[in-house]
């Protein structure tokens, strides 16, 4: 089973609201299986599947307790804050910081289609937010101050000019 690509700023997937999915069946796992393998393969901590070109509500979380499989995430709860510098696959040499929810409890549909609730706390809960932002078309770079905005610019042009080759 071959990898995704990891589609980056400026291809217009990763601004769309992903659709939800009606059940978890063989394509959904095999989705899953495959982002895993595409998180793994680039030593990421978390990946959506509009950030590998699928519309669809699917996500994968690893922090190192195991991996998390969700379709159509939704944030219940949210506890406590704290403000920590994120990257994202999808925009590669940019860092933004990013004020989050220290504790979560996320419910979703697992990979067997069960509904399920995962709590998260620490570094879980901020990549489960993360992820779930994807789904919605939500970018780090949006949480960004001014000033933030102005130190990256030309990173997200060259991504831009190079959303246009493709």
Do not use: W
Request: hydrophobic share 40%; net charge neutral.
């Amino acid at each position: 089973m071959s990898v995704y690509r990891i589609r980056e700023y400026g291809e217009p997937i990763l601004r769309k609201q992903c659709v939800r999915v009606d059940s978890v069946g063989l394509r959904e796992k095999e989705i899953f299986d495959r982002i895993a393998r595409t998180m793994y393969e680039v030593q990421g901590i978390g990946l959506a599947a509009c950030q590998v070109g699928i519309d669809r509500q699917l996500m994968v979380v690893d922090v190192g307790g195991g991996l998390i499989k969700l379709a159509n995430p939704l944030i219940m709860s949210r506890e406590d804050e704290s403000t920590v510098e994120e990257g994202c696959l999808s925009i590669p040499g940019v860092t933004v910081k990013v004020k989050r929810a220290m504790r979560v409890l996320v419910q979703g549909l697992n990979e067997e289609g069960r509904r399920t609730k995962i709590e998260g706390e620490g570094l879980l809960a901020h990549a489960l937010q993360h992820e779930v932002d994807h789904l919605s078309g939500i970018l780090i770079i949006d949480y960004a101050s001014s000033q933030e905005k102005d130190s990256f610019q030309s990173e997200l042009r060259e991504l831009e000019k190079k959303a246009r080759l493709k």
